[in-house]
């Protein structure tokens, strides 16, 4: 079953815009992940944002939680033509000891 | 860095054939998993191992089964293929209990075997 759903599946945009991805899920959760896959490779990890965290950052990512209306929000800021990729979001259930992903976004970064 | 080797990149089998797709790590990482990734419906768990000759089903184990003789070594085996099968199989490892009991903290995933049974 899938636990974590993104939203929009398909995003287009250009060089230098930003660059936002949610992600929602159905139960309780211990973290949430977001990963990176270029086109026919594995899956790269970005960052972790645990439950009782609400951002985080990493260089050009922010990431949000609202554990309350279970979502995460994925930010790219001045977006690059190497940032052209597949966003999946992670997210491990409580006592699961496995992360689900969702069917991810596929981001195009116009040069 | 952690590398996650997947033995083959790309495998054409026919329907029936059994199947190995093997994986090592380099890490000591406890837990193993094997996804497979299909188009429009994300990566999907088929089985996963915290410990040496240790397995636990995940949403998909049926055609699959899995072999974890050493620490680095997370083998998956399709006994008999099916064209169903054919899919980007992706291997993963992780620490065991990064940031708190049972939890799978951050995954370090291979390149991915993309199988085709004919």
């Known amino acids: 079953s899938q636990q974590g759903e993104e939203d929009p599946q398909a995003l287009s945009i250009q060089e230098g815009e930003n660059a936002t991805m949610n992600c929602s899920y159905k139960?309780?959760?211990?973290?949430l992940q977001w990963y990176r896959q270029n086109s026919g490779r594995g899956l790269v990890h970005l960052i972790l944002?645990?439950?009782?965290?609400r951002e985080k950052h990493s260089g050009r990512l922010r990431v949000t939680l609202d554990t309350s209306k279970k979502s995460s929000s994925l930010l790219i800021t001045a977006s690059r033509a190497a940032d052209t990729a597949s966003y999946f979001c992670?997210?491990?259930?409580?006592?699961?000891?496995?992360?689900?992903f969702g069917d991810g976004t596929t981001l195009t970064v116009k040069p | 860095d952690v590398k996650v080797t997947q033995s083959s990149r790309y495998l054409v089998k026919r329907t029936g054939e059994k199947v190995f797709l093997e994986c090592v790590q380099d890490?000591?990482?406890?837990?193993m998993f094997w996804y497979r990734q299909d188009p429009g419906l994300g990566l999907r768990l088929i089985y996963f191992?915290?410990?040496?000759?240790m397995k636990e089903k995940g949403d998909i184990p049926e055609g699959y089964s899995v072999s974890r003789e050493k620490k680095e070594r997370f083998s998956l085996i399709l006994e008999s293929a099916s064209t169903n099968q054919t899919s980007m199989y992706l291997c993963?490892?992780?620490?065991w209990g990064t940031g708190g009991f049972a939890t799978t903290g951050e995954l370090f995933f291979g390149e991915g075997s993309r199988l085709t049974v004919l």
């Open positions: 993963a490892s992780s620490l």
């Open positions: 992670a997210t491990d259930a409580h006592a699961a000891g496995k992360s689900t």
């Open positions: 944002i645990r439950s009782n965290e």
């Open positions: 191992s915290y410990d040496v000759k």
């Open positions: 890490m000591d990482h406890e837990n």
């Open positions: 139960t309780s959760i211990n973290n």
